[in-house]
C-alpha cells in the first residue's frame, strides 16, 4: 500500500502543522479585513464631509445640534480604526512567535517591518488609540475655507501634545507635525503601508512553508474521498 493509498487518520490531520499554519493565516485575514473595512468607512465618510454634502447644515447655527450627529459618526469610524489597526498589530505579533514560525521567517518578517514602518507615523496610530482610551477623543476639526467653501476634515495636533501618555516615538510625530493635519491623508497612508506588509506576509508564507501547507490540502483532500 502506497502513501497516498493509506487511509487518512483525522487526529493525525488534526495535528498536522499545515493545519495550524492555514488557521493562522485565515486569522491574520479576518483582523486585516476588519482593519481594511474601518479604515474604508473613515474615508469614505471623510470625502463626504469634505465634498461639502452637508454644508448647508454644517453653517447653518440653529441645526449645530444636527451637524453634531455627523461629527460623532465619524469619531465612531475613526474609534474602530484605530482599534482595528492595535489588533492587527498585536495578533500578528503572537502570530509571528509561534512555534510553528521558523526563525528564518520571523527575521525576514521583522526586516520588512523595519523597512515599511521605518518613520515614526505608525507608533503614532498604534498610540492613539491608548488616547482614546485613557484621555479623551480626538478634536476632528472641520475646516471651511470661503469664499470657494473648500472642506477639509483635520485633527487638532495641539490637543494632542498635551497628553503626557505618548511613546518617544509618538511625540516625535507629533512634534513634527502643524498643529491641524488631514485625517483623511493620516488614515490612508497607514492603510497603504499595511497593504503592503500584508501583501508580503501572505507571499511568505507561500515562500517558507508551500510545501508543508500543499501537503495539508492534499491529505484533507483524501480524508474527503474516503
Not at 93 to 118: C, G, K, P, W
Not at 186 to 207: P, Q
Amino acid at each position: 500500500m502506497t502513501k497516498q493509498s493509506q487511509p487518512v487518520n483525522l487526529d493525525d490531520l488534526n495535528k498536522h502543522p499545515g493545519k495550524r499554519l492555514m488557521g493562522m493565516l485565515l486569522v491574520y485575514g479576518s483582523t486585516k479585513d476588519i482593519l481594511s473595512m474601518n479604515g474604508y468607512e473613515v474615508l469614505r465618510f471623510t470625502k463626504e464631509i469634505e465634498s461639502g454634502r452637508y454644508s448647508k447644515i454644517a453653517l447653518d447655527p440653529s441645526r449645530r445640534l444636527e451637524y453634531r450627529d455627523y461629527q460623532n459618526h465619524l469619531i465612531r469610524y475613526f474609534h474602530n480604526f484605530l482599534a482595528g489597526a492595535k489588533t492587527v498589530v498585536e495578533h500578528t505579533r503572537n502570530m509571528m512567535r509561534s512555534a510553528d514560525i521558523s526563525e528564518e521567517h520571523r527575521t525576514a518578517y521583522q526586516a520588512q517591518v523595519e523597512a515599511i514602518f521605518l518613520d515614526s507615523l505608525p507608533k503614532f496610530i498604534e498610540d492613539f488609540r491608548n488616547y482614546i482610551m485613557h484621555s479623551g477623543l480626538p478634536n476632528l476639526v472641520h475646516l471651511c475655507s470661503l469664499p470657494n467653501e473648500r472642506w477639509e476634515v483635520v485633527i487638532d495636533m495641539a490637543r494632542l501634545r498635551a497628553w503626557d501618555g505618548w511613546t518617544a516615538r509618538s511625540r516625535q510625530f507629533i512634534n513634527s507635525q502643524p498643529d491641524h493635519i488631514r485625517l483623511y491623508a493620516l488614515v490612508e497612508i497607514y492603510l497603504d503601508k499595511t497593504k503592503t506588509l500584508h501583501e508580503w506576509l501572505v507571499k511568505s508564507f507561500e515562500i517558507y512553508y508551500g510545501k508543508t501547507m500543499k501537503e495539508y490540502d492534499a491529505l484533507q483532500a483524501r480524508l474527503h474521498k474516503q
